[in-house]
């Protein structure tokens, strides 16, 4: 048996982005997925305190608004309303990165370059990114835990019933108040 392979390993070798986001598991396992991805390992605070600093070196660089005009194409007239980092929920696990919501469309992009392989073993490096036209929102549904404020999380729905789900928000309430006056304007 590979020793890689022991049961002790409690990490997820990635060979491959295909598929990453196409599965949908039930709304109860992704709640307990999130629950212990919230619960297991460092504490959240600590996380959140690790990707503050991290996200004030990127702001030291220059500001979000030129983050989210470099990441990704935008029009002339498109404004950033809101940044927030946070974590984007796949499949594969959280992934720390900046929810962008602007006046066409809500944006993820991650923090740090993802790493995984290409078919003939050659070692690739991409920033995750997510980006959905307002248009194609169905809507925000939201959940908020009292005694957990680590366990609110946002589903974001497109039109097509896919779901993203994020959590992890330095500011839930002020996130959520963005993301619905920009589902509304485009309503």
Sequence with gaps: MDHRLSKHN????????????????????????????????????EIMKQKLSHGAKMIQLASLGKI???TFSIREEEKLLQASQCYLYTTAGAIAGILFVSSERVAFCSDRPMKTYSTTGKLLKFHY????????????????????????????????DFSFWFLG???????????HHAIGMSA
């Excluded at 599965?23 to 504490?43: Q, V």
């Design 68 to 70: 989210f005009r470099k």
């Design 129 to 160: 990114k997510v980006s959905i036209p307002l248009g194609n929102m169905k809507g925000v549904r939201e959940s908020l835990n009292m005694k957990k404020q680590s366990y609110n999380y946002v589903e974001l729905v497109t039109v097509d």
């Design 10 to 45: 409690t990490g997820v070798a990635i060979k491959s982005t295909t598929g990453l986001l196409s599965s949908k598991p039930s709304t109860s396992s992704k709640i307990n997925d999130i629950e212990r991805e919230a619960s297991s390992g460092p504490k959240l605070i």
């Design 169 to 179: 928000f330095v500011n839930y309430e002020k996130t959520l108040r963005y993301l």
